[in-house]
């Protein structure tokens, strides 16, 4: 066999070994919360979807949650893995270039603005959306808005990767200034929804509003898998990307494009989740690679690992309280973010 | 009919001219060198000849047909461009050289893409440094890879940006010889921006002497004289022969 079919077996592998792990971690959080279940309970449970209270918690409560984990975890690091090949930077993601905070501007100013959502006081669920497709549509604006800026700065000539975070960085204060600001002019039950925005949560997510996610993700996911060989190019430089025929400032505002959309629809339905899009692709690059034909899937599946992870870490670690998962997210992706930062200053 | 014609070509970035009035012809199979001070437009030429840059004035005939009327794809398996400065990224050699079949990849690579590959990468020599990380080669090494997947792209014509400036004295006449013997063997058409004279004269088949962004003289051996050669870099020369290869000698002042 060819040294060269030996080294694409090896990143096949890997992907075959990170969705088995995905399996696993499914499992495994779907037999964390805070009514007990034993494995059998679940596992029937998932089979059989009756009346019964173990039935109602895993097809309401934690199927919901961890299908939810797994699409806004696979999107956020796809996104972060095409920002960081278009804008040609290793410290690019939605959350870092101020997208996220973008969308979630956009999300918050439909609720407060136009009325799209608001706080309900029932157990099962905190936030009503009552009109899910205008509040992801506001979000995809608002993030648009982040991604104009960020395109514009890169245009600008010799300004560093490290400036261009800064201004993303930059982008995402004001933002979540803005934000803070329609938080005065919402009532409190508004209110309440704005709050739950900024600290990301994938409890709040119904079966409809999975379905409104996955639908607008998937198709933007198989562009973005279709466009893998144009990445690839990219990475050679701009003129060589040329030279082999790609239409690089089409591939670039493209892949803007998608990867602000699919950050949008998860962020207007779970808020700001950090560092998932800089996690994913920069702890399987190691295994893949640079090949994006291996390194978009590879993220994708690591993202939802991570998240669904992160997710079940943040109903245990201070049970019964659920902690925000955007901070254990955050905690594992700052190291990351600082290392990436110093390494690039050499 | 030549291959590749270049008519009344004009280039401005923004309100800056760099190239007025152009005109060239290429034949097949031959090597071109493109001698000229720097900042003289040669990099532009080349890019505007690869349609990495669209051309204001003029046009570009490449066997007949209008290059702008060309879709990027096309221009791609015709032409090949190996830049002066190469991205040093962490990809693979073999990945590296697997890029030149991207004009060709629909959906994604074929057998026969993948043993062109494989073909090209022994033709350079690289099969030790297969599966390296272009990070970590020598800049011999890289401008190989470079030539390589330039090469994978099975062009007509081969666009060179001063292929030996980063080299030392070993690898520019491995690399000079290897690009030679490429031109000869698969009757590549070679168009090469060179900043070395004595290496240019000694490998080209023709010349194209630029000054402030025109062509100041072109053709065989016989326009490398002292004269033109002190009107297009403005410094005195004399060229003498060592066993009976012409050597071009600055002189001071
Ligand atoms: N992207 C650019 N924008 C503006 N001016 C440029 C750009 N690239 C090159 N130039 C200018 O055009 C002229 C020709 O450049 P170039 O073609 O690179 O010259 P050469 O390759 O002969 O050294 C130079 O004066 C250079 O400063
Ligand atoms: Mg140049």
Redesign the pocket.
């Known amino acids: 066999m060819s040294k060269y079919k030996l080294f694409v077996r090896k990143k096949l592998l890997t992907l075959f070994a990170e969705a088995f792990f995905l399996f696993v971690f499914l499992l495994v959080a779907l037999n964390v919360g805070s009514v007990h279940l034993d494995f059998f309970q679940v596992f029937n449970s998932i089979f059989h979807r009756t009346g019964e209270l173990a039935s109602s918690i895993i097809w309401e409560i934690r199927l919901v949650r961890v299908l939810s984990a797994v699409i806004v975890g696979l999107s956020l690091a796809i996104a972060g893995t095409v920002m960081q090949c278009v804008l040609n930077n290793p410290l690019a993601s939605p959350f870092t270039m101020g997208i996220s905070h973008g969308a979630a501007f956009g999300a918050a100013f439909s609720i407060v603005v136009l009325k799209a959502g608001e706080i309900q006081n029932s157990a099962s669920r905190a936030l009503m959306i009552s009109s899910p497709y205008k509040i992801t549509a506001f979000a995809f604006i608002g993030s648009l808005l982040g991604v104009i800026v960020v395109i514009m700065l890169a245009r600008l000539k010799g300004i560093s990767p490290q400036s261009l975070i800064l201004a993303g960085v930059a982008m995402g204060f004001l933002f979540m200034a803005g934000t803070t600001l329609l938080q005065f002019l919402a009532s409190d039950t508004e209110l309440a929804a704005i709050v739950f925005w900024t600290f990301g949560d994938l409890g709040r997510v119904s079966w409809k509003e999975l379905g409104i996610m996955t639908g607008v993700t998937i198709p933007a996911l198989i562009y973005i898998f279709a466009n893998r060989w144009n990445y690839n190019a990219l990475q050679s430089g701009e003129d060589v990307a040329k030279s082999l025929g790609v239409n690089t400032w089409k591939v670039r505002l493209t892949g803007m494009f998608f990867a602000s959309l699919i950050t949008s629809v998860s962020v207007a339905f779970v808020g700001i989740i950090g560092f998932i899009g800089l996690l994913g692709p920069h702890m399987v690059r190691g295994f893949v690679g640079e090949d994006h034909r291996f390194l978009i899937p590879s993220s994708a599946l690591w993202g939802a690992i991570l998240l669904i992870f992160s997710d079940a870490l943040s109903r245990i670690v201070i049970s019964p309280v659920i902690l925000p998962v955007g901070i254990i997210t955050a905690f594992m992706g700052t190291p990351l973010f600082l290392y990436i930062l110093v390494k690039g200053e050499k | 009919m030549s291959l590749l014609q270049v008519e009344s070509l004009g280039f401005s970035?923004?309100a800056?001219e760099?190239l007025k009035g152009i005109n060239l012809e290429v034949e097949e199979g031959e090597i071109l060198s493109i001698l000229?001070?720097?900042?003289?437009?040669?990099?532009?030429?080349l890019?505007c000849i690869n349609s990495i840059l669209k051309p204001q004035k003029g046009r570009i005939l490449l066997d007949g047909s209008d290059l702008s009327k060309l879709r990027g794809k096309e221009i791609a398996r015709r032409i090949a461009y190996v830049p002066?400065f190469s991205e040093r990224n962490s990809i693979r050699v073999f990945e590296a050289v697997l890029l030149g079949r991207k004009p060709y990849i629909n959906w994604d690579v074929s057998s026969k893409d993948i043993e062109i590959t494989e073909k090209v990468i022994k033709t350079m020599g690289l099969q030790e440094v297969g599966f390296r990380s272009l990070s970590q080669l020598s800049g011999g090494e890289l401008q190989k890879v470079m030539l390589a997947r330039a090469l994978a792209q099975e062009p007509q014509i081969l666009l060179l940006?001063e292929p030996t400036s980063n080299l030392d004295l070993r690898n520019q006449m491995e690399v000079m010889k290897l690009i030679a013997e490429i031109s000869k063997a698969r009757k590549i058409t070679i168009l090469v921006?060179m900043h070395d004279i004595n290496l240019s004269v000694r490998f080209s088949h023709r010349f194209v002497l630029?000054k402030k962004?025109k062509i100041f003289a072109r053709g065989g051996h016989e326009i490398i004289t002292e004269e033109n050669i002190q009107e297009v870099y403005g410094i005195k020369v004399i060229i003498s022969y060592v066993a009976e290869i012409p050597v071009i000698i600055p002189l001071n002042g």
Do not use: R
């Not at chain 2, 000229?36 to 030429?45: A, D, R």
């Open positions: 970035y923004g800056k760099v000229g001070e720097n900042g003289v437009g040669k990099t532009t030429l890019k002066q940006d921006v630029m962004g």
